[in-house]
């Protein structure tokens, strides 16, 4: 679980690679180096994104970061390479917001066959892929806090998935969260 230290490290990073300078400078933050988010958002790896200044920003940032482990890294190496794709202002998750209608549509912004894509992800690889596709259809419609906590639980759950309960699996909270919406 991401604690609010390393809460508030992720959304000063985000915040300094997605807000025009206006809005950094009325929340005292600076702006992150030109080219940064550009070699983020092209990033097609999870090792790529490790490469990135961008990512050793973030990962320099956060509290004890020494203590973290590889596995530790390759997560929040997928939340950055999100969160770059997430737009300000929004404060639904990634599940409720792909699940919600079109406008003067029935039809959800994301389909149930690419939204599955995303629950049958197998890998930190395809969690990424997908998580990108899917950002790009909402036009980066959710919360980042939100979606970084799903991405921490999505990894917690990869590298220890016989310890959680088939109802407390991120997989079955991101489809009650799409259902509950496309209703």
Same mark, same amino acid.
């Given at each position: 679980m991401l604690?609010?230290?390393?809460?508030?490290v !992720?959304m000063?990073?985000?915040?300094? +690679?997605? !807000?025009?300078?206006?809005?950094?400078?009325?929340?005292?933050?600076?702006?992150?180096?030109?080219?940064?988010? /550009?070699? +983020?958002m092209?990033?097609e790896?999870?090792?790529a994104? +490790?490469m990135?200044? /961008?990512?050793?920003t973030?990962?320099?940032?956060?509290?004890?970061q020494?203590s973290?482990?590889?596995?530790?890294?390759?997560?929040?190496?997928?939340i950055?390479?999100?969160?770059?794709?997430?737009?300000?202002?929004?404060?639904?998750?990634l599940?409720?917001?792909?699940?919600?209608?079109?406008?003067n549509s029935? @039809?959800?912004?994301?389909?149930?066959?690419?939204?599955s894509?995303?629950q049958?992800?197998?890998?930190?690889?395809?969690l990424?892929r997908t998580?990108r596709?899917?950002?790009? !259809?909402?036009k980066?419609?959710?919360d980042?806090l939100?979606? /970084?906590r799903d @991405?921490?639980?999505w990894f917690?759950?990869?590298h220890?998935?016989g !310890?959680?309960?088939a109802?407390?699996?991120?997989c079955v909270?991101? /489809?009650?969260?799409?259902?509950?919406a496309?209703k």
């Open positions: 604690s609010n230290t390393e809460e508030k !992720l000063g990073w985000w915040q300094s +690679l997605v !807000l025009s300078d206006t809005e950094l400078k009325e929340q005292y933050l600076m702006s992150a180096l030109s080219g940064h988010k /550009a070699k +983020l092209r990033a790896s999870v090792d994104v +490790l990135q200044d /961008a990512f050793h973030l990962w320099l940032s956060l509290p004890e020494d973290h482990s590889v596995n530790d890294m390759e997560c929040w190496a997928v950055a390479a999100s969160l770059i794709h997430v737009s300000s202002g929004y404060r639904d998750g599940a409720t917001a792909a699940g919600k209608k079109k406008e029935h @039809i959800s912004l994301v389909s149930e066959m690419r939204f894509q995303l049958a992800a197998n890998t930190p690889d395809e990424l998580l596709r899917l950002l790009k !259809l909402m980066g419609k959710v980042p939100t979606l /970084a @991405i921490e639980q917690s759950e990869y220890h998935s !310890l959680v309960r109802k407390d699996r991120i909270k991101w /489809a009650m969260d799409y259902y509950r496309a």
